[in-house]
């Protein structure tokens, strides 16, 4: 499936300067090895990710509303991507497994 641009949205804004970081969430339906390639957020950029900025990654099942089935954590790697250059580039993620064992 695509992208869909209301699946990603701004958590925490940062501190104003050059030491910013914002937190943003990504819901999808697509898999991580999807979402992480270059520009699979087209409008990263436009919407104001920068390179650093963290990325909380919820995979779900068909639809944004669906369970979740995975989380990462990603962090935007490169910024004005593609050929309008709005996009951005996450990096791999790192898995954040599942425990319950109650």
């Not at 943003?24 to 920068?50: E, F, H």
């Not at 944004?64 to 580039?89: F, K, M, Q, R, Y």
Request: net charge negative.
């Amino acid at each position: 499936m695509a992208y869909e641009t209301n699946g990603f949205k701004l958590l925490t804004d940062g501190l104003s300067g050059t030491s910013t970081m914002k937190t943003w969430l990504l819901d999808s339906v697509d898999a991580i090895a999807t979402v992480n390639t270059s520009n699979y957020v087209s409008d990263g950029y436009a919407k104001g990710a920068r390179q650093g900025d963290i990325v909380i990654v919820r995979t779900r099942t068909t639809t944004l509303a669906g369970p979740v089935t995975a989380v990462h954590h990603c962090w935007v790697i490169d910024e004005a991507t593609g050929t309008g250059g709005l996009g951005i580039d996450l990096t791999d993620g790192l898995a954040i497994t599942a425990t319950d064992t109650d």
